[in-house]
Structure formats: C-alpha cells, structure tokens
C-alpha cells in the first residue's frame, strides 16, 4: 500500500487540455460556410461526440472502418440539426477538422497544473480514446509528450480497452502499480470519463466549462469549469 501521500493523477485529452470547439468550428466555417450567428457550435459538436461515442464500440469491434465511422458521426449529428451533409461534405469538414487538430495549444492553466503535480511528485498521465497515431500527433502538437513520458500514455486503441470500460482504469492501475483509491481522473465527458472513471473506484474531477446538465446516478467528487478553480480545488 501507498504510504507516501502520493496520487496517481490522470487526465482525458480531447476537450480537457485543448479546446475540440476551436479546430471544429473553423474546419466546419471552411468547408460549409454556415451562419455562425444562428448555429450553436458547441451544442452541435457535443452532439457529434454523442454520436462517435455510441459508434466507437463498433469500430473497436470492427464492424466500422476509422474513417467510416467518423464521417457518420458527422452525418448523423447534422442531420438532427436540419443540416443534411452529403457525403462528400462530411469528408470534406472531417479532412479540414483532422488538419487542424495538430496546431493546437492547451487550454490556459492547463501547463501550470500539470507541472504542478509532476513537480510534488505524484504520478501524472493520460488515458484517452482514439487511434494511437493520432492521438499522440495531438499530444506531441500540445507538447504533452515533453511533459508526460510514454508508459504513462493510455490510448484506447493501442490497449484494447476504452473509457467508460473500467477495464481501462483498473489497466492503468496495473501497469503504472497504483492503486484505485490513490487515483484521480480529470475529465470533460460524463459517460465516459465521470462515469468511467468512478465505476473503476477512482476519484472524478469533472471539467464542465459549458455549465452542461450532470448526468443520474453518478456524482463527481468535484466539479470545475476553468483551471484557475481548479487549482484551488483540494485535491492533494
């Protein structure tokens, strides 16, 4: 058992260290030129992650190709907002939102937090969804992978497992010999990094930037929505 104080801290990526809105929004703006006025781009794009999250399980099962599966996250997102995309429309807006995800920076505070923790010497790291490839050509775009090394990297498809599987956290626990009442998970997506993350017997802080609606049945052990809250937060 850990005596030393010590917690084993890890975060989501996507929408959690760098802002997802920002390169969708301008891949979106590129390619179908629509009035920014009267779309409510970050209600269109949590749908769209509603939409890949209910997918994910069938590429990772590989009843749907990687592509296929995001260009239909697309369509099906769109068209519950009126906005019907032909396929070659969603291509074309997943190509320019892929193309923009490598010229990213991480939210503000974010750095500041990460070599806090790091500096105190607890243990630090990642667990996200997603291909590996492109997962870490954000995390490097970020400059993450100067800061975290690689065995403290988790990405679903390089470990077979994904969030809100608690397999993943209770992998991580295993590999990096921690244990789940000394972890905390940072995340932006209720289903799978609050729930996820609580069902393994983890700590939860929940980054609710958007004031969104808390999901049942579940509570988070905190909740911020910017880091500068966060730091202050009582977590070690």
């Not at 949590?46 to 999250?53: E, F, I, K, Q």
């Not at 990687?66 to 996250?73: A, F, G, K, N, Y």
């Not at 800061?147 to 993943?168: C, N, Q, R, W, Y």
Request: aromatic share 10%; with cysteine; hydrophobic share 40%.
């Amino acid at each position: 058992m850990d005596t030393s104080g010590k917690l084993a801290i890890f975060f989501d990526l996507d929408d959690t260290l760098y802002d997802h809105l920002v390169p969708f929004r301008e891949a979106v703006h590129e390619v179908l030129a629509l009035d920014g006025s009267t779309l409510n781009y970050a209600d269109l794009f949590y749908t769209v992650r509603h939409h890949s999250d209910l997918l994910w399980p069938k590429y990772l099962n590989g009843e749907l190709e990687l592509e296929e599966t995001r260009v239909l996250r697309l369509e099906r997102a769109f068209a519950e907002y009126g906005i019907p995309l032909s396929r070659e429309q969603a291509s074309r807006v997943q190509a320019a939102y892929i193309g923009r995800q490598y010229t990213i920076e991480m939210i503000e505070g974010v750095e500041e937090q990460l070599r806090r923790f790091i500096s105190l010497g607890h243990k630090v790291g990642i667990i996200t969804n997603g291909p590996k490839d492109h997962q870490m050509n954000k995390l490097r775009g970020l400059g993450i992978d100067k800061l975290i090394p690689g065995e403290m990297i988790f990405i679903s498809d390089a470990v077979g497992l994904a969030k809100p599987d608690p397999a993943i956290f209770a992998h991580v626990n295993k590999v990096t010999g921690t244990l789940p009442e000394h972890s905390l998970y940072i995340g932006d997506t209720w289903d799978n990094d609050v729930v996820g993350a609580l069902s393994a017997g983890w700590k939860v802080c929940w980054y609710n930037p958007r004031g969104r609606e808390p999901g049942k049945d579940h509570v988070p052990d905190y909740t911020f929505a910017n880091y500068k809250e966060f730091s202050g937060l009582p977590l070690i």
